[in-house]
């Protein structure tokens, strides 16, 4: 899959995956075009960042002046507490400065600001940006940094893969605003999924179907251990590693109010590209009064009840013209007590056993009604037998 690359660094505890500019500058632009004044007297934290390596840095110190922010802090994490399989190299603007101390480059986090023309060239970037070694090692969730969190006004990052769901927590129960990449399968876990019913956060501009480009400091790793267009792409010599991650947000952007067209469920029944769709209808579901979409494109724009349809829907979404209810995943639903009452399933292998001693297992899956005789099947209260989907979220067109 695109995104295994991620889901192994976060079982190998490996973070350094470094944005592209370009996919920076796409993105924050968004922002600027539907409010140029977005950044405009504002401080801006980048944790988990390295001007040497890391981009966020270099784009906003280039682009200080323009934005007219109040003040940059960028924040690294200290090598020796990284687990990476690389060598450590300080930085040249480290060891020329007469303040730099071999033991503390490795051991210390570095705190990187910018807030005036230092070198009075008339200009305000990154020529100016300042530096000197943290007490600690810049873990975002000491204190030290926790600080600096406070002090901000919008937080933009590329966090570290294995600890993300904590790092999301670390923005939002302090209130900030915040722009940052995440894997697009939290989308739709329990402990992000809330935050977007409750819209806490939303995709960002960039589609959810745009794989993010990542380089690596350990191009040789990748190469060793992926093949070509599953973990990595070779582009211009340079290797990058691959993965479906996303944008999520809590800014507004034009994207996010734009309606999607639709046509009605006759036209669709009738027109739809989609084979799934045309000539045969919507299916229900066999134990949830909803009706299955299975493109976010075939949503028929004159159903009045409950449909369920592909996480991708996310980066669709218009929340002047949905409503979302939840989703199948556990602990994803909102307080719909005709959704609730169906998350038991009795799970029955290919030889018709149930498992455990009762066969009942939590779940919030609802599925399909006639299963097509593939082996991934469950039978429900009913006892009828159904088959288990992909994650849906549920939703409803708002009421006009």
Not at 173 to 183: G, L, R
Not at 195 to 217: A, E, I
Not at 277 to 284: L, S, T
Not at 326 to 340: A, I, T, V
Request: glycine share 6%; net charge neutral.
């Amino acid at each position: 899959m695109a995104n295994s690359n991620l889901k192994k660094a976060k079982a190998a505890k490996n973070d350094e995956f470094y944005t592209q500019y370009s996919d920076i500058q796409k993105e924050i632009n968004a922002y600027l075009d539907f409010n140029p004044n977005v950044f405009k007297g504002k401080t801006i934290l980048l944790p988990c960042d390295d001007p040497e390596w890391s981009n966020f840095t270099k784009f906003f110190a280039q682009n200080f002046q323009r934005f007219g922010i109040k003040k940059l802090i960028s924040t690294s994490y200290a090598y020796d507490s990284k687990n990476v399989d690389f060598d450590y190299q300080p930085t040249l603007f480290e060891t020329v400065d007469p303040r730099f101390e071999v033991t503390k480059s490795k051991s210390h986090g570095k705190i990187f600001t910018i807030t005036s023309d230092v070198n009075n060239n008339d200009k305000i970037d990154i020529e100016d940006l300042k530096w000197e070694y943290l007490e600690g090692d810049g873990d975002f969730r000491s204190e030290e940094v926790k600080k600096l969190r406070d002090e901000s006004d919008i937080i933009i990052t590329n966090p570290p893969f294995s600890i993300f769901l904590e790092f999301l927590d670390w923005i939002i129960s302090a209130e900030k605003k915040f722009i940052v990449i995440c894997n697009k399968n939290s989308l739709g876990s329990k402990e992000v999924f809330p935050y977007v019913m409750q819209n806490k956060l939303w995709v960002g501009k960039t589609p959810m179907s745009v794989d993010l480009l990542f380089s690596v400091p350990n191009e040789k790793s990748l190469l060793d251990n992926k093949s070509i267009g599953s973990g990595y792409r070779i582009i211009d010599g340079k290797v990058y590693a691959r993965s479906q991650s996303i944008w999520i947000t809590n800014i507004e952007h034009g994207k996010r109010h734009q309606p999607l067209s639709l046509m009605t469920m006759a036209d669709n029944i009738k027109f739809s590209k989609h084979k799934e769709v045309r000539g045969i209808g919507y299916k229900k579901y066999d134990n949830y009064d909803a009706i299955e979409v299975p493109f976010t494109d075939a949503i028929p724009s004159d159903f009045k009840g409950v449909m369920g349809v592909p996480i991708s829907f996310l980066d669709k979404y218009n929340p002047d013209q949905f409503e979302i209810i939840g989703s199948s995943q556990r602990s994803c639903h909102n307080n719909f007590p005709d959704l609730k009452k169906y998350d038991t399933y009795w799970e029955v292998k290919q030889s018709g056993e149930k498992t455990g001693s009762s066969g009942k297992k939590t779940n919030e899956n609802p599925n399909i009604e006639r299963n097509d005789g593939k082996n991934n099947y469950f039978i429900n209260e009913e006892g009828h037998i159904v088959q288990s989907l992909y994650t849906r979220v549920f939703i409803k067109h708002k009421e006009v």
